[in-house]
Each structure stands twice: as structure tokens, then as C-alpha cells.
């Protein structure tokens, strides 16, 4: 998370990477480095449009990377980006299949006030406050105070209207947060439940939304911290890809931890193989881990 956000100098990406292009519909899209700055070029073989990259969105070592554009004064979110599943650039998650009515909607979306506070609210530190930009003093990525800060001080400066912890509790104090406290909390950026089920998305995109996955699963207890996010995910460390690593969160409720949670009789390793499916997103050239816990059938509708 402490690279969600890089500058150009510093994107290892971009820097590996001096030339990429890729082609969509009529229009041909460049990214080139010269010295510590990148350019992003849009063309349509007559029309050329090229600005250049003030920011990539997403780590280096992630899915991919989303691009943060400038011209007179104004951010656009590229409409092309790289993804590691591809080694190079494809359509921005959102825009496949769709097809710009001309070179400069091609070139990307204009981000508007809302859009620029959800994604560097996310994606960096003291990038925000309360409805307000404050890119001067923006630190990239999610560094410690982003979290570490009091329930005061983020009820002061939300960035989501909706996010709501009782004023009275430290937030440095996670330990004592119900799974659905953390939910609450974690859902700023990764979406809370109240979010995803007021916009009535049933479909796959909302994978994405863990939280709100969570809160569907058969074994969620909003009171229990054992399912809570941090149960299973330290912040301060990069996901661990390997399955048994889950096992013991998974035991210490389906192991006798929990009356009522039974023992699963076909194994007790690598539950999340067979409980947590990982499915393919359209769009993102990745398969995300199903957070919906759930005994799974074959062939079954995606349980939106």
C-alpha cells in the first residue's frame, strides 16, 4: 500500500519500461520516458494529443497501473494502462468495449472532484481534507498516518460521507475493532458493504469490494474479530499468495475454536483453494480471490 500511488520519477514501471504502446479500435497510444519524465500519446493517424504523466495509480508490483494526465490545469485518468498480466498497455478497466466520440476522449476521462478525491484519498496520504484537495502536501502512497490517526480526526476530514466509527475510539487501537468496525474502516478504500448494496451491482465487477464479499460469506460474524480483515491480512506486509498461510485463521473457527462452526470434512489445508475461488474480472487481466466464503458448486451463478 505505501506504493499506491507513485510519482514519474520514481515509477519502476515506467522506468523499465521507456517505450510502450498498444493500439485499441483507430487510435494508437505511446508512453515514453525521456530523462525523469514520461509522455502519453494519443493518435488517430491525423490527430496527435500528448500530455504528460504526473502520477502512476497502483504499485509496481501489483495488478497494473492506472495513469494520471495534466493539460491546462485539469487530471484525466488515462484510457489506456499497464497490466502485468499483459507486459504492457490495455484498455483502463471501465472503458473496454466502449468507443470515444473523439481524440480527446480517447486520450482519457477528465476526472471531476469527486473522482480526484476518491483516488488520492486511497491512493496517498494528506491528499485530503474533508471535501478538499490538498496535492501540495501529499505524500504518495498509504503511509502510517493515513491509518494511525485518531477517529476524530478522520470524522473531521472523510473522505466518504458515509464512513462512520463511534468518535471516542483510537483507530491506532485496531485490536479492539469488531469484524465490522474494520469493515467500516478498511471500506474507505476497498468499499464497505452499505456502499456496494445502495448501488444494487450484482454483477462480477464487485469482486473488487472486499468488505462487501465478506459481509456475504456463511461463517461472518460482524462481532467477531476473528473474520475481520486484519485477521487474516497484516497492512503492513504484502499479501501472501500462498494458501496455507490462511489455514490457521480458518482453523481457529472450524478447528472446535467456534460452537457452531463446523470442521470441513475433506481437509483442513488450503481451505481458501476450495472456499475462496479465485475468478477472473473482465477487463483487469487478473483473477481475484471470491471473499464471499462459501462452499462452492460446480458450474454455480456468481453470487452477487
Not at 498480466?85 to 490495455?90: A, D, K
Not at 466520440?101 to 472532484?113: H, K, T
Request: include cysteine; hydrophobic fraction near 30%.
Amino acid at each position: 500500500m505505501a506504493h499506491a500511488l507513485e510519482t514519474v520519477e520514481e515509477c519502476k514501471i515506467l522506468i523499465d519500461r521507456p517505450v510502450l504502446t498498444t493500439k485499441v479500435g483507430r487510435y494508437s497510444y505511446r508512453i515514453e520516458r525521456k530523462s525523469s519524465k514520461s509522455s502519453y500519446s494519443v493518435s488517430d493517424g491525423v490527430k496527435t494529443v500528448t500530455m504528460p504523466i504526473r502520477w502512476a495509480m497502483g504499485a509496481s508490483s501489483a495488478i497494473g497501473q492506472t495513469y494520471l494526465l495534466e493539460r491546462d490545469g485539469d487530471i484525466y485518468e488515462s484510457r489506456v494502462s499497464y497490466f502485468s498480466e499483459l507486459n504492457g498497455l490495455g484498455p483502463t478497466l471501465g472503458s473496454e468495449g466502449s468507443t470515444p466520440s473523439d481524440i480527446n476522449e480517447a486520450a482519457g476521462r477528465l476526472m471531476g472532484r469527486d473522482d480526484k478525491l476518491r483516488c488520492f484519498g486511497c491512493h496517498a496520504t494528506n491528499a485530503t481534507f474533508g471535501r478538499q484537495l490538498t496535492l501540495d502536501k501529499m505524500i504518495p502512497g498509504v503511509q502510517c498516518k493515513r491509518c494511525h490517526e485518531s477517529a476524530e480526526t478522520h470524522l473531521s476530514a472523510r473522505l466518504l460521507d458515509s464512513f462512520e466509527l463511534e468518535a471516542s475510539r483510537d483507530i491506532s487501537k485496531f485490536r479492539g475493532l469488531s469484524a465490522e468496525q474494520v469493515s467500516n474502516f478498511c471500506g474507505q478504500c476497498h468499499r464497505t458493504w452499505e456502499e456496494i448494496a445502495l448501488q444494487g451491482d450484482l454483477s462480477i465487477a464487485n469482486i473488487r469490494f472486499q468488505p462487501y464479499r465478506l459481509a456475504g460469506s456463511r461463517c461472518y460474524d460482524a462481532d467477531d474479530a476473528r473474520i475481520s480483515c486484519l485477521a487474516c491480512h497484516d497492512p503492513h506486509h504484502e499479501v501472501s499468495g500462498k494458501p496455507v498461510d490462511y489455514d490457521a485463521k480458518c482453523q481457529s473457527c472450524h478447528g472446535g475454536g467456534k460452537p457452531g462452526a463446523k470442521a470441513c470434512p475433506v481437509s483442513t489445508e488450503k481451505c481458501v483453494t476450495c472456499h475462496m475461488p479465485k475468478l477472473e474480472l473482465p477487463g483487469a487481466h487478473h483473477k481475484f480471490s471470491d471473499h464471499r466464503i462459501r462452499i462452492v458448486k460446480a458450474n454455480e451463478k456468481y453470487p452477487g
